[in-house]
């Protein structure tokens, strides 16, 4: 090197001189273009290229060099910090960057090396030489070493690097990433020759004196544990062994030293013996369980380490799953080692107090090394994740430190294991005794809870024997009392004995919370619909006080696991308090976000308030505020909300949040108003549920509740068979109007002897729904248009009834809007309006409606509308069920008809197109028509009277008739033509569908 320096300007010279000559001699050098910024080096520095480099993405993998130098594409290259693009693994790309070497004459180095990232798992470098042609180098993290031509060490990508003095070179290079989850990072580097190889002397000359103070510590455990049969110092070899591993790797000196024998032709397989990190904390677990006795002097925590080395296996193979399947991308398979070592270091830390506190000389000894280990993982962690220089020297110091201490702890322990033996001994059987008297107090425990379980569940069972009869015997008098008076006091009598029902149910529950055995059964779902949904079943009970109840999130949805019932009596109590504390005019608002994998959810009010002294003692049992005058009259008894309260509800709710997790809160203000805040953690383990658990609410007692407008209570617990009339209609009066005559459309009316309207529809041969004799339908309510659109989209009634004039959207909106759309355009709509001249109901007509009533209207009138339009879809319904008949294209309808035809045909197009396939059922028609389950069984139902289940076997079996009739298949071939598997339920299908087997149809 010395003779290189004092040479220099010799050295120079004869390259001036060969680049003369080779440029006499040669063909002219290929067109390329050196415009660009040109980095000068000014002194023997690493110095940083990326923020001087200029990118080119090469997405069809097609340039070449010789195209990428010429002049035209210099503008397509991007400077590296005005990039626009992501760089992506497995993308190519070109990258440019011109140096030129200043250094001081007498500092001048004309040999470099050029470093790339590691990201970068192959590279080709090219240069321009003398002869004007480009020569190539090829090197990365993937290439072996024998295809390389520079190699200081077998990793990394390093190439040789010449830079005569004060010239401009231009380099260009080729990389990409083959790791899937790891793109390039461009992180490119220049230092001189001469310096990088003093900095890897002395790299390995201080690796290679650590690596002998470990293997000298090594070889003395082994021979101790040959000795005295101690595992302890195996353990510890064992962890030794595996710090030198690891060591070795970080620092590329095992690759160094075994590159040619094991790996040779896959570089990248040297990253499993990071495995030694896993391999390493399992050793060092194990021998502080050994070297401590641990499982005589901390129990739990012997078994709680157990669980932490057991817990390394599966690492282990979860890194090796990563490892390959991301082709050794570190960025996501370190993700299980970052954990294992914070982990680990966590656990040590947290143990270093308990094991002080056992006195134990011993513990001294680990508690220092624990520390000192500890800040070491912790370091190294930091330096992974922030990329910082020295990761190795961190573990390594730490390492050697920990070293000393250890062995003079094994030595200690020598010394005193005699006496160590014996105090282990004393600590068993105390230990032993205590665990004895902890088990029987722990079964006297359980006899107690066990007797206080008992009793709650006895004699609530014997409260609820006569409240049933109670109930029963109320709900069977007020359907035969007639008097509204005697109707009402019957129905105060209901009333009060659902709260004590309610209330027998909540001390039954805290009963069992108590005792730990109350259930919390975890679905998992959107909890803003179900939010709403509890909300909604509120409503009127807010309307009844004249009071707004709102919902509203930040997120549009969130999914986590819930108990639907627990979960609406922690909802329900806090919503109907805030009711029943908010004055006329009030608002009472439920908020619900998640933040930080938590859901918040805040019940505020703009009621009276709660005094700051009560607050502490909100949440104890029986409790009661002295807000109790404040409360509404009017929703006294209803909705969970009793006179007074029994102070049950809050404390149920506490325990409830508690048992699921959680927290609760409450802030207040007297004269401003209250809020509940519910803090529970959000979790997603349990069974995915894509509907709103509709029967936790309508069968919890708390969920009952009776509105101030009195809507037939029979209503919401209709057949699911019975047609489904959706009621659009903001004034509650004409609603309850609606509902009681639809409802009562089956019972006689002794006032009115007109058989007119009935006798037409007997006449006719109908089954009239709706006059005397009928049935009665399953009803829904909308009280806006905005909210009958959502419905009816949603639910897919058979029938609407809407009025014209509502807020938000309008009847002719509500009408133009599900006309045309595929989903509800089938449904008949009759409009109501006061409104009666011919234009509004020309207007309604061309909008599609079905039918136009003007208010007032008579029952029979409504009635007999409505069974017309639903005779008329059965009617339908028998035409469209015998589309699964046709097999040909031919009959197809024609664009513009009815578009009942075109979405029925639809479902025919998809299905043949599909007939072959046996697994071709509802999941694929729903992405094929792109709408949900239900709306489509909806849909289908009314147009066909047949499930699409039904509907799509219909079509498969009348094609395959078609074939048995028009083909020379056999019956086998026939039933995999149509997509039946088996030929056994080909043939009872088709005798299902049509009577008879399918050989006797060509009989």
């Not at 510590?217 to 000795?227: E, G, Q, T």
């Not at 009562?744 to 004799?773: A, I, V």
């Amino acid at each position: 090197m010395l003779i290189f320096k004092n040479n220099i300007h010799l050295f120079t010279a004869c390259a001036l001189l060969f680049q003369l000559a080779g440029c006499i001699r040669s063909s002219p050098a290929p067109e390329t273009d050196n415009s660009g910024p040109v980095y000068i080096l000014k002194n023997a520095a690493n110095y940083k290229l990326q923020q001087h480099l200029q990118i080119l993405p090469d997405s069809e993998k097609g340039y070449t060099i010789e195209e990428i130098a010429q002049a035209g594409m210099q503008d397509a290259f991007v400077p590296f910090p005005d990039k626009t693009f992501e760089p992506k693994s497995h993308q190519v790309y070109w990258g440019k960057i011109q140096l030129e070497n200043r250094l001081p004459d007498g500092e001048m180095h004309t040999e470099w090396v050029l470093n790339f990232s590691s990201t970068f798992t192959r590279v080709t470098l090219f240069r321009l030489a003398e002869n004007g042609t480009w020569t190539s180098e090829l090197n990365g993290t993937f290439v072996p070493a024998y295809q390389k031509n520079f190699v200081p060490t077998n990793s990394g990508t390093w190439f040789r690097l010449p830079l005569p003095p004060r010239e401009v070179v231009t380099l260009y290079f080729r990389g990409e990433s083959e790791r899937s989850a790891l793109p390039p990072t461009f992180h490119t580097y220049v230092l001189p020759l001469a310096v990088y190889y003093q900095r890897l002397v002395d790299t390995k000359a201080w690796n290679g004196l650590f690596a002998g103070l470990l293997l000298m510590m090594l070889l003395y455990n082994l021979i101790k544990f040959f000795i005295v049969k101690d595992r302890s110092y195996i353990y510890y070899s064992g962890y030794l062994l595996m710090v030198l591993v690891y060591t070795g790797y970080i620092s590329n000196d095992l690759e160094d030293l075994i590159g040619r024998f094991v790996f040779a032709e896959h570089p990248a397989f040297f990253n499993l013996f990071k495995m030694s990190v896993y391999l390493g904390m399992m050793c060092w677990l194990a021998f502080i369980r050994s070297f401590l006795d641990l499982e005589h002097l901390l129990p739990k925590w012997d078994r709680y380490f157990r669980y932490v080395i057991w817990l390394g296996a599966p690492l282990i193979l979860l890194f090796v799953f990563l490892a390959f399947r991301y082709n050794f991308s570190y960025v996501i398979d370190d993700r299980a080692t970052l954990f294992y070592i914070a982990l680990v270091t966590i656990s040590g830390f947290l143990f270093v107090y308990p094991l002080y506190r056992t006195k134990d000389p011993k513990g001294y000894f680990i508690a220092a090394g624990i520390a000192v280990i500890c800040l070491g993982f912790l370091l190294t962690l930091f330096s992974r994740v922030y990329q910082t220089e020295y990761t190795v020297d961190y573990l390594k110091i730490c390492t050697l430190i920990e070293i000393l201490i250890f062995s003079m702890g094994l030595a200690y322990r020598h010394r005193k294991q005699v006496e160590a033996r014996q105090q282990a001994d004393f600590a068993l059987i105390e230990s032993q005794l205590h665990q004895k008297i902890q088990q029987q107090e722990n079964l006297r425990l359980r006899e107690i809870d066990d007797f206080k379980s008992r009793f709650f569940t006895n004699i609530t069972h014997e409260f609820r024997t006569p409240l049933t009869v109670i109930l029963g015997m109320g709900e069977q008098l007020s359907k035969l009392e007639t008097d509204p008076e005697k109707k009402n006091k019957l129905g105060l009598i209901q009333r009060n004995g659902e709260s004590l029902l309610r209330l027998i149910n909540q001390i039954l529950d805290l009963a069992k919370l108590e005792s730990q055995s109350l259930t919390i059964n975890y679905i998992q779902g959107n909890i803003l619909t179900y939010l709403k949904y509890i909300a909604e079943s509120l409503h009127s009970l807010a309307n009844a006080q004249n009071v707004m109840l709102r919902v509203e999130s930040d997120q549009s949805s969130i999914v986590m696991d819930y108990d639907p019932e627990r979960f609406l009596q922690i909802i329900h109590n806090l919503l109907s308090n805030a009711i029943k504390f908010t004055p006329s005019g009030g608002k009472v608002i439920l908020r619900a976000n998640l933040q930080d994998k938590w859901l918040h959810i805040a019940v505020s009010d703009s009621g009276a308030g709660i005094p700051a002294d009560e607050l502490p003692h909100l949440f104890e049992r029986f409790f009661q505020a002295k807000n109790q005058e404040h409360a509404s009259p009017s929703l006294l008894g209803r909705a969970g909300v009793g006179f007074g309260g029994a102070g049950i509800g809050l404390s149920l709710t506490r325990e409830l949040v508690r048992a699921m997790g959680g927290d609760i809160s409450v802030e207040s203000v007297v004269g401003v108003g209250s809020t509940f805040l519910v803090k529970l953690p959000v979790t997603n383990t349990g069974a995915f549920s894509g509907e709103t658990p509709a029967n936790a609410l309508e069968d919890s007692a708390s969920a009952r509740i009776n509105p101030p407008v009195s809507m037939p209570s029979g209503l919401q617990n209709a057949e699911a068979s019975l047609p489904q009339i959706l009621l659009i209609e903001d004034n509650p009066d004409v609603v309850e109007y609606l509902a009681a005559c639809l409802q009562n459309s089956g019972d006689d009316d002794p006032g009115d002897h007109s058989t007119g309207d009935r006798d037409l529809g007997d006449r006719e041969g109908r089954p009239y729904t709706g006059g005397r004799g009928g049935r009665p339908y399953q009803l829904d309510f909308a009280y806006n248009g905005m909210a009958g659109i959502e419905h009816a989209l949603d639910n897919i009634p058979d029938l609407i009834v809407s009025d014209v004039m509502m807020p938000i959207k309008d009847g002719f909106e509500v009408l133009e809007t599900l006309k045309n759309d595929e989903r509800t355009s089938h449904i008949p709509i009759v409009l109501l309006t006061a409104k009666a001249d011919v234009q509004n109901r020309l207007a309604g007509l061309r909008r599609g409606a079905d039918a136009y009533l003007a208010k007032p209207f008579h029952q029979e009138e409504l009635l007999v509308t409505v069974a017309n339009l639903l005779e008329q879809r059965r009617k339908l319904q028998a035409k469209y069920s015998q589309l699964g008949s046709v097999t040909s294209n031919l009959d197809a309808p024609a664009p513009g008809t009815d578009p009942e035809d075109v979405f029925l045909q639809k479902i025919r197009s998809v299905v043949e197109a599909n007939l072959a396939d046996p697994e071709f059922e509802m999941p694929q028609l729903e992405r094929a028509l792109a709408m949900s389950r239900s709306q489509i069984y909806r849909k289908v139902k009314a147009l066909t009277g047949k499930s699409p289940s039904l509907f799509i076997r219909s079509i498969r079996l009348h094609h395959g008739r078609h074939l048995l009739l028009t083909t020379d298949l056999t019956v086998s071939e026939i039933a995999y033509e149509v997509g039946y598997s088996g030929l056994n339920n080909f043939s009872d299908a088709f005798l299902e569908e049509f009577g008879e087997r399918p050989g006797k149809v060509r009989e």
